[in-house]
Each structure stands twice: as C-alpha cells, then as structure tokens.
C-alpha cells in the first residue's frame, strides 16, 4: 500500500536532493523538521505509527444519521436553514425551534447503530495501541457511534449530542431526554439555561490545542465521510501536508478540498474503510 504521491518521471532529481538533505539533516536531534518529516514520510512505506483521523457525517450516513450537504442536494441543510437552527442568535430568538431540532436529532441517535466503518476504526485504534502505535480520532459528529463501537478518546470537535450545558454554571451532564426551555439545571438550580452540548455556528470549536498538537505528531492523516466545506476541519488536510504528512481522502462524493490529499478512495464507508484499515494493518 503506498499513501504517498506517486513520482512523475521528472521528479527523480528532485526526489533525490530531499533524500540527500535528508541525510544531511539525520543527525539532528528530536522535533524533527517539516523537510525531515516530508522525505521520511515518503521514504518509508511501512505501517504508519501516528494516524490522524477526522471523520463526518458520511461515516454516520449508514446507521441512519442524516448528512448536512450531498450533491443530490438531499442533506439537512438542503432542508432547513442552518442560521435558524444552529446559532447562538437563533437560540437566542427562538429557543423552542432549536430544541425540537435537535430533540429529533436525539432521538434519531438513540435508535441507531455503528456500523462497519465505526467498527473498523475502533479496531485500528486497538491494533495500533498494540502495536505502540496511536491513533487519534477527532469526528464533528455529535453522536457517539464512534464509542459504541469501541473506540477510545474520541475527540467531539463540535460537542455532544446527548450532553446537555447550563449557560448559567457551565456544569456539562449526559442527557437522554428532550430538552426544554423550562428544564431546570441539576448542579446550580437556574431554569431556561440548558442548551445541547454542541457547537453552533459562529461559535469556537472544542479541544482545538489537543488537535493541532495531535496532527503535527502523526505520520498520516485520513479524513472520511467529510464534505471539506466547514472550518475549521476543512483546513487540517493543508495543515497535515505543510507538516508533510501523507493525506488521504475516503468518502462517497469528492469533497470541495479534494485536491488536497495524496490519496482519494470512494465509496460507501461500510465498505472502503474496513478495506482501508485492513490494508493498514496488513503492512
Ligand atoms: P457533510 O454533510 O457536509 O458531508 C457529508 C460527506 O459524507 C459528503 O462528502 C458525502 O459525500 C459523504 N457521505 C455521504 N454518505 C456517505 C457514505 N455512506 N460513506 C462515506 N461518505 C459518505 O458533513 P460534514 O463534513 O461532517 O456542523 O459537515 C461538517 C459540519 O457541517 C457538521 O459537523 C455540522 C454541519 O453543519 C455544525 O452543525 C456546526
């Protein structure tokens, strides 16, 4: 399996002047820099030790979980207007249509599965600890098949779905239920402050110091089921080559930042990533 670009015929010269700075450069100690992690990266072909994956909702599309945007104009947002259902001002206007959104959302959640491209990922990241290897998973999804699948340490980048926070006292509790303007926070007691877990539009990403630092350590970054249209996620496949990571793509339709990755495989996620991690553990 080779993740790397392949070499057009004209780029031997310059292959070989990275290989020979490369020597020049291999004694240095630690914190390898981005050069040095450019031509290691494409020199050795063997399993990758650090994976960066970010998933989207199109690895969730097969358990049932809507995607937002599709080029059959068939996503949430082809429906309904994101600037009235996921903003702080629209929770702010009219907090009833915001929590019967995202009510149903719950719901829908509660009676879906993982599926096999969740499994696959939870199996990687047993493999790969293992084998002393890492695997980091960040997902902007707000539900959590990645868990109940079996993967560790998921980082929600855009919250939780079955989290519930109090703008009052900041308290975050597991909540099951529909959420109501008149629920009553059980750690400070204020009613009308809770709010879903999640991150709206306008609003700062979750853990974002965890994932930079997560992505400069890796060898590989993967992105699936992602449409490369919101920021800040969009931007991690420039991030991971100006580290000189290799990049790959795994989704169903291209998306808007394909030209970005190495490596693009297309197809429904129940079946290119167990095919993906299956080539990754083979070596
Ligand atoms: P999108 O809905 O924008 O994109 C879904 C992607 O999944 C597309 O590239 C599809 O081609 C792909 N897809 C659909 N079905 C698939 C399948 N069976 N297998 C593999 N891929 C499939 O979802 P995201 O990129 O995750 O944010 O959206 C990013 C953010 O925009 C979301 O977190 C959400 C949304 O607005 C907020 O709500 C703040």
């Known amino acids: 399996m080779s993740f790397g670009r392949k070499l057009a015929d004209g780029d031997g010269g310059h292959y070989r002047e990275l290989i020979s700075e490369a020597k ?3 004694h240095r100690p630690a914190a390898a820099c981005k050069l040095d992690r450019l031509v290691l990266a494409r020199k050795t072909p063997t399993m990758p030790q650090s994976i960066f994956v970010l998933t989207g909702a ?6 049932g979980l809507g995607t937002f945007r599709d080029k059959r104009g068939e996503g949430i947002w082809a429906k309904f207007d994101p600037m009235k259902l996921a903003t702080p001002e629209a929770f702010a206007r009219d907090p009833e249509t915001v929590l019967a959104f995202y009510d149903l959302r719950r719901r829908n959640l509660l009676n879906a599965e993982p599926n096999a491209a969740h499994r696959a ?7 790969m600890t293992e084998r002393g290897g890492r695997l980091t998973l960040v ?4 539900d959590d098949l990645h868990e109940r699948a079996g993967s560790a340490r998921v980082i929600h980048m855009h919250g939780e779905l079955l989290k519930a926070r109090c703008d009052g006292c900041v308290a975050v509790r597991p909540w099951l239920g529909d959420l109501s303007v008149s629920d009553v926070c059980p750690d400070c007691g204020r009613a009308g402050a809770l709010r879903p877990h999640v991150v709206w539009f306008g609003e ?4 974002m110091g965890e994932i930079d630092r997560a992505l400069r350590k890796a060898d590989l970054f ?4 992602t449409s490369g249209a919101v920021y800040p996620a969009a931007g991690f496949v420039a991030d991971a080559r100006a580290c000189g990571l290799r990049t790959c793509e795994i989704n169903l339709d291209a998306a808007d930042n394909a030209g970005l990755f190495d490596e693009q495989r297309l197809g429904p996620a129940s ?11 083979d070596g």
């Open 24 to 26: 020049n450069r291999y």
């Open 58 to 63: 199109g690895i969730s599309a097969e358990s």
């Open 121 to 127: 990922l939870a199996r990687l990241g047993q493999a």
């Open 139 to 142: 997902t902007q999804n707000i």
């Open 204 to 207: 700062m990403p979750m853990r």
């Open 222 to 225: 993967v992105a699936i089921g």
């Open 271 to 281: 079946v290119t990533v167990p095919a993906w991690v299956d080539e990754v553990l």
